[in-house]
C-alpha cells in the first residue's frame, strides 16, 4: 500500500484491501471516496498529493455523485456542475 492510501481514513476503503489500491491506477476510485466520505484532512491531503485540477478533471469523469458530493465538488473546484458526466448522464 502506498504511504499516500495509508494516510487516508481507514473508513475510506472498509470495504476493499487497502494494499491492493494502487494511487495512479485507482486515482478516481480514491478521488470519489475522499469526496464522498473523506473528512477535511483527507481532502486536503488528496489536493496536495494529486493538485487540484488532476482532482477536479477526474471528478468530472466519475458517472454517479450524490447531489451533495457533486456541489461540493464543483464548488471547490469552481467549475459548473453541468460539466461533470454524472450531471450530464442525467438529462
Known sequence: MSAFVQSLSRRLFWDVDPDT?????????????????????DIRATVAHYTMPVLIDEARRIRSLDPVTLAFAACLGNVKEETFRCCASTR
Do not use: A, P
Open 21 to 41: 489500491i494502487d494511487e495512479s491506477d485507482h486515482c478516481r476510485y480514491i478521488i470519489q471516496r475522499v469526496l464522498e466520505r473523506g473528512s477535511l484532512e
